[in-house]
């Protein structure tokens, strides 16, 4: 009864389709590391300062002050503001 269990173990191991079904696998984990760590690239506090400070972001931030406050700043106040005083210098650098 051993050797009929070690012959079917064999069996399965050696066959191609569990190895296809191991590189299957293998490339489903690469796939989902490469997806966590574009996320992790893509939320990087690098990235969002960087988004934050775009020009389409601090136009609409502008344009949310002068709606809440009345105040029309212009792009260089505001975007120095966010970029002197909201963000954290070592995140720019």
């Keep these: ?23 299957t696998q293998i490339q489903g984990c690469e796939e989902t590391l490469c997806d966590l760590w574009r996320a992790g690239a893509a939320t990087s506090p690098k990235s969002l300062a960087q988004v934050l400070l775009s020009e389409v972001v601090v136009d609409a931030v502008r344009k949310e002050l002068r709606r809440q406050t ?24």
Excluded: P
Aim: hydrophobic share 40%; glycine share 2%.
């Design 1 to 23: 009864m051993e050797a009929t269990t070690r012959f079917r173990a064999q069996k399965i191991f050696s066959s191609e389709q569990c190895e296809e079904q191991i590189l």
């Design 70 to 93: 009345n105040y029309t700043a212009d792009f260089a106040e505001v975007h120095g503001a966010l970029r002197d005083e909201v963000l954290r210098a070592e995140i720019l650098s």
